[in-house]
């Protein structure tokens, strides 16, 4: 099955600093993944995706990279702000030949970001 | 447009008992997936139905179980609790044709 290894586990920035967040997987079936983020008590929350067809993605300060050759994923955040502490997971998913998803993530061990202000 | 659901949001039980935790999607999401969340294995994937049928079973004893209803909300039941357990219990839907999974606020379960 898939295996999803996150690093580091825990990552201490200043604000205003980049932070990233790097992931490996196993199975070169996946082609979907996912990053969420998880505060304290609360449910994890999609903050960007991307798929096997695409080697970056943007959202505003967050941006996602994919190498499938290295089978290697990562997460940049730029200009993190205190709000930005969390825990971060990785993920990875394969789909069928129909580009839809089993709903089946594999998740990393997750990244605890620190931002201090 | 309400989130994915999940009830209780606590639970104490003891071990030996059986237990039954719900979730509804968000409206018109057919999949549902279920995860265990626990301190030392992080997010462990349980099950995922779709269509009242289950498609994909993560490596979880037969304890555990589920369905899905015709109006796509799901259960699952964890029978003969063990100590072990004791964890956050996470939901999260799709719509199919979309890959990103909306996870609901979890059923915490603890087992004495």
């Known amino acids: 099955g898939e295996n999803v290894e996150q690093h580091p586990s825990t990552l201490s920035v200043q604000e205003g600093d980049s932070a990233v967040i790097k992931c490996t997987y196993s199975d070169s079936a996946s082609n979907y993944f996912p990053w969420y983020k998880q505060e304290l008590g609360k449910r994890p929350q999609l903050i960007i995706d991307i798929r096997s067809n695409v080697g970056e993605k943007k959202d505003q300060r967050i941006a996602v990279t994919l190498n499938k050759t290295a089978k290697h994923f990562s997460l940049h955040i730029t200009e993190t702000q205190p709000e930005d502490s969390a825990v971060y997971f990785c993920a990875a998913s394969p789909a069928n030949a129909g580009g839809t998803s089993y709903g089946k993530l594999t998740f990393g061990q997750g990244t605890i970001l620190t931002v201090h202000p | 447009k309400a989130g994915v659901t999940q009830t209780p949001r606590y639970l104490i039980k003891t071990r030996g008992q059986q237990v039954t935790l719900s979730c509804s999607p968000i409206s018109g999401h057919r999949s549902v997936s279920w995860y265990q969340q626990t301190p030392g294995q992080g997010l462990q994937f349980l099950f995922e139905y779709f269509s009242e049928t289950q498609r994909n079973k993560g490596n979880f004893p037969g304890r555990f179980s589920g369905r899905q209803f015709s109006n796509s909300r799901s259960e699952m039941n964890v029978s003969t609790l063990e100590l072990g357990d004791s964890a956050l219990y996470l939901c999260?839907?799709?719509?199919?044709?979309?890959?990103?999974?909306?996870f609901g606020s979890g059923t915490r379960l603890t087992v004495v």
């Open positions: 999260a839907s799709s719509l199919i044709e979309r890959y990103g999974y909306t």
